[in-house]
T-cell receptor
Framework: LAKTTQPISMDSYEGQEVNITCSHN???????ITWYQQFPSQGPRFIIQ???TKVTNEVASLFIPADRKSSTLSLPRVSLSDTAVYYC??????????????FGAGTRLAVHP | GAVVSQHPSRVICKSGTSVKIECRSL??????MFWYRQFPKQSLMLMAT?????????EQGVEKDKFLINHASLTLSTLTVTSAHPEDSSFYIC??????????????FGPGTRLLVL
């Protein structure tokens, strides 16, 4: 079973900031939080990874509160090409599989003109 | 980010034949490689995890004799679908993870291989 919960879908418009929140109430101490983007018929593309507080790179920011039970992926000024499925994942360290990722359904983001 | 390639990108085969899919990490050493399967409109399903030089660990419900995985080097893993049948038609994606010292390594995914069994 996936260890994360995210909205099934979201809609936005070009130029807007999009925030996708993910719940991971049972995250383990050793788990990192990783977000991927997937376009149809392509493998997932790594977006960002974090453990706590805030992480920022050239494409996104990741906000993680102190209790780490949720995280928010922030995409600034989205464009049509950001239409994709976004997956939030945490590790499977509780079962000894430190590197295993169990994918949930993801969030289908549609960006409109 | 790190680059992972897969070959072939698409394959069509007859029922009963075997198909081999290659996964290569091009600019990093993948200590661990993962194989996933994705059916249309569904999420990725982990099939197996393999460490270089070791036998793969298969997820529950995945037949190890049907999906043969070899991870002979730090840059190459192969998945062989033996005696493929139409229900094996799917999108197969590999991912590689290196060693950076932290508990959870970032997985970098290949572009996927579309398998169609007639």
């Amino acid at each position: 079973l996936a260890k994360t919960t995210q909205p099934i879908s979201m809609d936005s418009y070009e130029g807007q900031e999009v925030n996708i929140t993910c719940s991971h109430n049972n995250i383990a101490t050793n788990d990192y939080i990783t977000w991927y983007q997937q376009f149809p018929s392509q493998g997932p593309r790594f977006i960002i990874q974090g453990y706590k507080t805030k992480v920022t790179n050239e494409v996104a920011s990741l906000f993680i509160p102190a209790d780490r039970k949720s995280s928010t992926l922030s995409l600034p000024r989205v464009s049509l090409s950001d239409t994709a499925v976004y997956y939030c994942l945490v590790g499977d360290s509780a079962s000894g599989g430190y590197n295993k990722l169990i994918f949930g359904a993801g969030t289908r983001l549609a960006v409109h003109p | 980010g790190a680059v992972v390639s897969q070959h072939p990108s698409r394959v069509i085969c007859k029922s009963g034949t075997s198909v081999k899919i290659e996964c290569r990490s091009l600019d990093f050493q993948a200590t661990t490689m993962f194989w996933y399967r994705q059916f249309p409109k569904q999420s990725l399903m982990l099939m197996a995890t393999s460490n270089e030089g070791s036998k793969a660990t298969y997820e529950q419900g995945v037949e190890k004799d049907k999906f043969l995985i070899n991870h002979a080097s730090l840059t190459l893993s192969t998945l062989t679908v033996t005696s493929a049948h139409p229900e094996d038609s799917s999108f197969y994606i590999c991912a590689g993870a290196g060693t950076s010292g932290k508990n959870q390594e970032t997985q970098y995914f290949g572009p996927g291989t579309r398998l169609l069994v007639l």
